[in-house]
């Protein structure tokens, strides 16, 4: 997992660094400085715009340290009336104290057509809430209309670090020097996409730093041991398809073959049986008639039509029609269930308003599944994993515009039944099949994109 920290998940950090470890703050600039001088190409002339506050401490420090290399560097400021505060007011005296000067201009559309090299961006940073505007914005504009690469010190100037979202105006950068670790704008799209490359600059914390934000990397699957059989890998019963929606069951139960469950019955509708085996003939397939089979490990209901659920009281996945409305509490409350629903379902399941933006999306994901058991994954671009008794909320990074294709959803709920039926958690489970959904739909980016053709990379995914 990367944490993905808001600002004052951030500032928590650096305090317990400065305060319980004893760590002057001026050695934590000096450390971001550095690390961020390194990301630049040697030689190149460099232009350091400087705000106010800790970030023009910041640019200030980078600007001193490369002049102490030799090279070309010219220092601007956004504003005539700037009044350097704390760190930054010292990083001030020592880059004067170097002959350096503080460059104003009022004109900086004009100025840019002269600069040669890099800009480094030290104008905003961690204290970033609300849209630039007057001399900023103005410097922001003429940076963007420049084309000269910009290296950000820590995030863009304009970008309000705790959030995924661009509230106004905002640099974009080609190269993010980002100060300890990522913050919510250097994971989450759209506020992702004007980062450019991020490198994380180390900077002395005496402890990890928590986030109730995680982006999810790579799962690691465990091996398989050499005399494993059917049996060993979990038996999924998966209550799908009727008429006119077969496809959905062919493909549920593809999913969990897929991801490596050992066994998988689809009870469909009487009259779509010989559709949904005709197609899927490694799926047990059979007419629904009232009971569930005793020897099984997990059940899938709600795809292609199916509206009633089974009882059953162990885990669940409960996916498309059986998603009912106002029916979310009742499943987040149920311990080992999985709901996954897309937007429009979550806000009928809820009886919310449907989430458009992504911090709507995770601030409904945290309202509804905090403290409870069931598993929340709330699909979509950027995939939101939460519940299962803690308050992590899990951001899933794979994935692209390719999978906005009927089918997608009742595939990636087969394969979170067939990792749960593996033993994995639910959460991980729910986790585990969305990275993989995704990276196979990155395999084969564009418009286009079958269901049938992700399935058919999972294998390879999972071995690699």
Do not use: Y
Not at 363 to 368: D, E, F, I, K, N
Request: aromatic fraction near 4%; charge should be neutral.
């Amino acid at each position: 997992m990367i944490p993905l920290l808001t600002a004052d998940e951030m500032r928590a950090a650096e305090r317990q660094a400065i305060e319980g470890w004893g760590v002057s703050s001026l050695i934590l600039q000096e450390h971001a400085a550095l690390g961020a001088l390194a990301l630049l190409p040697a030689g190149e002339p460099l232009q350091v715009l400087a705000g106010p506050g800790n970030n023009g401490g910041d640019a200030l420090a980078l600007a001193r340290l490369a002049r102490l290399q030799g090279r070309e560097v010219t220092v601007w400021s956004s504003s005539s009336q700037i009044e350097w505060r704390g760190d930054a007011a010292l990083q001030s005296q020592l880059w004067h104290g170097l002959g350096g000067e503080i460059q104003i201009s009022a004109e900086p559309t004009e100025l840019m057509r002269t600069w040669r090299g890099w800009v480094v961006d030290g104008l905003f940073g961690l204290g970033t809430t609300r849209p630039l505007e007057g001399s900023a914005a103005n410097w922001v504009k003429a940076l963007n209309a420049s084309g000269l690469p910009v290296l950000a010190l820590d995030l863009p100037s304009g970008l309000d670090p705790s959030t995924a979202e661009i509230p106004g105006l905002a640099v974009r950068a080609a190269r993010t020097a980002c100060f300890g670790a990522r913050k919510v704008c250097h994971g989450l799209l759209p506020a992702r996409e004007l980062c450019g490359e991020i490198t994380v600059i180390p900077i002395p914390l005496d402890q990890t730093p928590r986030a109730e934000l995680q982006l999810l990397e790579r799962p690691v699957l465990p091996p398989r041991d050499w005399n494993s059989h059917k049996g060993t890998f979990g038996h999924v019963v998966i209550r799908a398809g009727s008429l006119g929606m077969s496809g959905a069951a062919v493909l549920a139960a593809l999913g969990a073959l897929r991801v490596g469950v050992g066994l998988v019955t689809v009870f469909t509708d009487a009259d779509v049986r010989a559709e949904v085996a005709s197609q899927v003939p490694e799926a047990m397939v059979r007419p629904w008639g009232g009971a569930l089979p005793q020897e099984m490990d997990v059940l899938l209901v709600g795809p292609g039509g199916i509206a009633q659920v089974p009882p059953w009281d162990g885990p669940m996945v409960v996916d498309a029609s059986a998603l009912k409305a106002g029916e979310g509490k009742r499943w987040m409350a149920r311990p080992g269930t999985a709901i996954t629903p897309h937007p429009g379902e979550f806000a009928r399941l809820f009886k919310l308003p449907r989430p458009l933006l992504m911090d709507e999306r995770l601030a409904q994901a945290r309202q509804v599944s905090r403290g409870c058991p069931g598993v929340l994954l709330l699909k979509g671009a950027q995939s939101v994993i939460a519940g299962g008794a803690t308050d992590e909320l899990w951001v899933n990074p794979t994935g692209n515009p390719g999978m906005a294709t009927g089918g997608c959803g009742d595939l990636l709920a087969g394969m979170v039944a067939g990792f749960r039926a593996q033993g994995m958690p639910m959460r991980e489970a729910a986790a585990t099949a969305a990275w993989f959904h995704g990276a196979a739909a990155d395999r084969l980016p564009g418009a286009g994109l079958l269901p049938r053709d992700l399935a058919s990379l999972l294998p390879e995914l999972l071995r690699a």
